[in-house]
């Protein structure tokens, strides 16, 4: 039986779990509760910084929407997300980033999707390069202070099954959530967050929280909702992980990655090799989750093998040892490996040179110096006619 939650519930829990960041937490937080004035909104940062700075007690004490905690032991980004989840009492949740965004529209899809009685929504979010990012080298969309619109945000709404979004992405190597579910940059009702926990005895089964849940929600839901309309916005700033990427520095030995849990390479895939980039730690990630559920991981590894070398060939020395012990098992896989890897360059070269004229990116071009620019200009974008229509969730 489903108790009544108290009277003060909050509708939506933005949780962001920080360390090390305040000259990007401090802007972003004080940006989200001076665009939204609802009541109902609760903001949860779990900051494992250290030292913890004096500039974070002046915000907390200015909303009393904001819920701090700051925590000294050290800890991985798995259990500051944990602790943030457990912390946040909104009927929805939205994990972002302490560089990331949210609409300021965000409240009115909140309570849309709680009308429809559905409990995992996505979109495409939209992107925005923070001015202290550097570039390895810059193009026309690749450059401090470009910000992408997805071209589609008119409202269309489809309804997704769980389970074929999960097959999707492991014939494609793993390496990307593409459409699963999701609570980072996504948002998930709270008693979705309890099936995750009911079925893996935890809400973060792996080692990077976004991919780990993603395929928790995917194998605990049987269906969510997507909707082409920006809800949140990826940000990219010199310290993040976005920021690593752009200078080339998205990589590096799993035992220097103190931001990992300390037991990882207890459940290492052997097909993987033991090093940290986002196209590795995806489908190790994924490896974790169904190890748990002691299901088939199902990953095409050639497809993997091949987006690795196309878009991490700063690894593939690591990687060819790898590939070497694949073949040797899987010897009819070779051709697959060899037509993947020419795939994968050619979209490597495809995606590069859409970035450097613009030519089919499925996004608009604008550029903005502050966030408060960005946030500005996220306000004017019009809500769907869908998400204001006083009726449940339409799917199309």
């Known amino acids: 039986m489903t108790l009544p939650l108290p009277a003060d519930t909050p509708l939506l829990s933005i949780l962001i779990p920080t360390k090390n960041r305040y000259e990007t937490l401090l802007p972003v937080v004080t940006e989200i509760v001076t665009r939204i004035t609802d009541p109902r ?4 940062i779990c900051d494992n ?15 009393r929407r904001i819920s701090y905690q700051h925590f000294e032991d050290i800890i991985s980004i798995v259990e500051n997300t944990e ?7 909104g009927e929805y949740i939205c994990f972002i980033g302490d560089d990331d965004l949210v609409s300021p529209r965000i409240m009115e899809i909140v309570d849309w999707l709680k009308r429809g009685g559905q409990d995992c929504l996505i979109y495409p979010p939209a992107r925005y390069w923070w001015n202290s990012v550097v570039f390895a080298k810059e193009s026309r969309y690749q450059h401090p202070g470009a910000f992408w619109l997805p071209k589609a945000h008119g409202g269309t709404v489809r309804q997704l099954n769980s389970a074929a979004e999960l097959d999707r992405v492991l ?3 793993g390496v990307a959530y593409m459409d699963l579910p999701r609570l980072y940059h996504g948002i998930v009702s709270r008693r979705a967050i309890q099936r995750i926990k009911e079925h893996f005895g935890r809400a973060v089964p792996g080692s990077s929280p976004d991919m780990a849940l993603c395929v928790a ?5 049987q269906t969510h909702v997507s909707i082409d309309y920006p809800v949140t916005v990826f940000g990219a700033s010199r310290n993040s992980g976005g920021g690593w990427t752009a200078a080339k520095k998205h990589h590096g ?13 207890d459940n290492w895939d052997q097909n993987l090799p033991k090093v940290w980039t986002e196209q590795i730690i995806y489908p190790q990630t ?9 299901a088939k991981v199902g990953i095409s590894y050639p497809t993997t093998y091949g987006s690795i070398i196309a878009y991490e060939p700063h690894v593939i020395l690591e990687l060819l040892p ?15 490996l060899a037509v993947q890897t020419v795939l994968k360059i050619a979209g490597r070269m495809r995606v590069s040179l859409n970035n450097r004229t613009g030519i089919g990116m499925p996004f608009d071009l604008h550029r903005f110096s502050t966030i408060t620019d960005v946030m500005s200009f996220m306000q004017e974008i019009p809500i769907p006619a869908v998400v204001t229509e006083r009726i449940g969730i339409d799917i199309r």
């Not at 909104?41 to 949860?44: A, K, Q, S, T, Y």
């Not at 910084?49 to 909303?63: E, F, T």
């Not at 929600?217 to 839901?221: E, F, G, V």
Request: overall charge positive; cysteine-free; glycine content about 6%.
């Open 41 to 44: 909104l609760e903001v949860v």
């Open 49 to 63: 910084s250290s030292p913890r700075q004096n500039g974070i007690d002046a915000l907390v004490a200015s909303d």
């Open 83 to 89: 602790r943030g989840i457990a912390l946040s009492r």
């Open 171 to 173: 014939a494609r190597g």
């Open 217 to 221: 929600l995917a194998l605990t839901n």
């Open 253 to 265: 030995r799993i035992a220097d990655q103190k931001h990992l849990p300390g037991n990882i390479l």
């Open 286 to 294: 994924i490896h974790e989750v169904m190890s748990v559920r002691h």
């Open 322 to 336: 790898i590939i070497a012990r694949y073949v040797a098992r899987h010897p009819t896989h070779i051709p697959k």
